[in-house]
């Protein structure tokens, strides 16, 4: 079975309230009635009313079984607008300007989940990644146990033609844009986190790199060994090789060839990839011309789920999201005893 649709069915089996603050978007929308058809979430749409409501019309999508919420006449903004002034007081926000910004779809909806109203958000295909985990970042905060807020794709390879099957684990291919040594071993462990709860398998690790256990000899291949040896001291029962090409993580034969030691043995199900001009392109080239299928960019390192999409996404695109979201919920309850 593919992961995806184990990631569905276990978000079937106990749905979580996903609010999406994009609902004027006919794709989200879409992906909304067919949460809400299949059980996988309860879906709260946060909104212009009137906006969603003619489209929905338009659209012929009947909105039962979601909740619809417009900030503008809200009673849960008002408490939000002071959440949000003690947050931000710090960094010069006067609670005039926190009551405008908790009116914005994107911060309403980031605060419901931080409040608990909701277990998770998705937005991003309207808005830019860049504001989506912004708003994240200073609305819901980071896990305590990660010192960085990165993302990752889950990349399905599932066509006839695809010699390597399955779910792999792409970081950071949407946010941190040139992660020292210390930030990428936070990723790594991170992603191998993301491994666990979504694929399910223990996760093994490819730092990656144009240096296979340094037969290049560059500052940049430094970072990415120092990266890996930080992760192996944090993580000693993780398998992590670093630094390794893109051949050697994913290829036994050629692994063998190049890394005898490895402790992935080419079946890495976890990428990493050294700066997000190599993951933004790594991950857009296994879709657009390898055929796989992207969900995301996921973030982690978040106190709560809070997700991103391509502004490229379809509506299938953001049904696996919320289905993601609700299993990363589940972990976040799991967590804290839930
Ligand atoms: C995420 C991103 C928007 C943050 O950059 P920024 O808005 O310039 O953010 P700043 O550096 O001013 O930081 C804003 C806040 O977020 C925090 N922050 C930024 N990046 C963070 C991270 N990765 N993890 C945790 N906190 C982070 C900062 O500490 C700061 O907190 P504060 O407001 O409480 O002081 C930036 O990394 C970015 O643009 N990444 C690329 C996104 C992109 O375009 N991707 C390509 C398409 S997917
Ligand atoms: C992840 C990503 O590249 O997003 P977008 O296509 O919206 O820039």
């Known amino acids: 079975m593919k992961a995806i649709n184990r990631i569905i069915d276990r978000a079937r089996a106990r749905p979580g309230r996903v609010v999406l603050c994009e609902g004027d978007d006919p794709r ?33 999508i009947d909105l039962g079984g979601m909740t619809l ?57 309207v808005h830019t990644t860049a504001d989506v985990v912004r708003t994240a970042i200073q609305v819901i905060g980071t896990d305590p146990s990660f010192k960085l807020v990165s993302s990752f794709f889950l990349m399905m ?3 006839p033609f695809h010699s390597l099957k399955g779910g792999l684990i792409f970081s950071d291919c949407g946010l941190v844009v040139e992660p020292n040594a210390e930030e990428l071993s936070e990723i790594a462990m991170a992603a191998a986190d993301s491994a666990r709860t979504l694929l399910g398998e223990e996760p093994r690790v490819a730092m990656l790199s144009f240096s296979t256990s340094g037969s290049a000899k560059h500052a940049a291949v430094d970072k990415v060994t120092a990266a890996a040896e930080r992760v192996k001291a944090m993580r000693p029962g993780l398998a992590i090789d670093g630094d390794v090409q893109l051949d050697a993580a994913i290829v036994a034969e050629i692994a063998n060839r190049k890394l005898p030691e490895s402790q992935v043995k080419g079946k890495a199900n976890v990428l990493i990839f050294p700066n997000l001009e190599a993951g933004n392109i790594g991950y857009k080239l296994a879709e657009r011309v390898g055929g796989a299928v992207a969900i995301g960019p996921l973030l982690q390192g978040l106190a709560k789920p809070a997700n991103d ?9 953001v049904f696996h999201v919320i289905a993601v979201t609700v299993v990363q919920a589940h972990e976040v309850a799991a967590k804290a005893g839930g």
Do not use: W
């Open 28 to 60: 989200v929308l879409q992906a909304a009635l067919r949460a809400t058809r299949e059980g996988t979430a309860h879906i709260l749409l946060v909104g212009e009313r009137q906006r969603i409501t003619q489209l929905a019309e338009d659209e012929a």
């Open 69 to 125: 919420i417009d900030p503008a006449d809200s009673p849960l903004a008002a408490g939000y607008a002071e959440t949000l002034f003690r947050l931000r007081e710090k960094k010069g926000m006067t609670l005039a300007q926190a009551q405008q910004e908790v009116l914005k779809p994107l911060v309403f909806a980031n605060m419901m989940v931080r409040a608990g109203d909701a277990d998770g958000s998705v937005a991003g295909a």
């Open 157 to 159: 390879m599932c066509e």
């Open 309 to 317: 999409l391509s502004r490229g996404c379809s509506s299938e695109d």
